[in-house]
């Protein structure tokens, strides 16, 4: 069974059923804040894609982002994470892109809709964290070379972290 919130659905996975792990290696500031996007997914075509995209959570100059296409792993690069109304109601779509900054081969375009949260704060003075791990529909494209992949309302997560250690 997976919960949300206060709902509960009972969920049967079958051999298609994909997962991933989540392991950093990046090295944070003492108070950091990151923004991370996971896909697993099929593609209509059958192809298997998943997705690693995270801005401000690797110090050191090298980036995780890649995805993978049927296990063939593609380097990408910076993202961008536009998030409006953390305040509001009813939350607001965002946007993850790459800047182009040096990358001609390859284009990151993506909406991201939130659909429910799971969310916890914590403040113990010297150690806080604020953390929202979001479940939702991704659309856009990413643009490998000449391979394009079009994600239309694909299942992900998207995080939003506050740190201070």
């Known amino acids: 069974a997976v919960t949300a919130g206060s709902q509960t659905k009972q969920i049967d996975f079958d051999a298609s059923a994909i997962a991933n792990l989540d392991w950093t290696l990046g090295y944070m500031r003492r108070e950091t804040n990151w923004f ?9 075509d059958g192809r298997h894609f998943l ?12 980036s995780e982002n890649a995805c993978w296409l049927d296990g063939q792993i593609h380097y990408l690069p910076p993202v961008m994470f536009v998030r409006k109304a953390l305040q509001a109601a009813v939350p607001s779509t965002w946007h993850v892109y790459h800047q182009n900054l040096g990358w001609s081969n390859v284009d990151i375009d993506l909406t991201f809709t939130p659909m429910t949260v799971y969310q916890k704060t914590d403040n113990f003075g010297v150690l806080a964290s604020i953390f929202e791990q979001w479940l939702g529909w991704y659309s856009g494209e990413i643009r490998l070379g000449d391979t394009v992949i079009r994600l239309d309302h694909v299942m992900g997560l998207a995080e939003d972290h506050f740190a201070k250690w």
């Open 51 to 62: 997705l690693n995209l995270s801005m401000g959570v690797n110090e050191t100059g090298m």
């Open 36 to 44: 991370w996007t996971c896909i697993n997914h099929y593609l209509p």
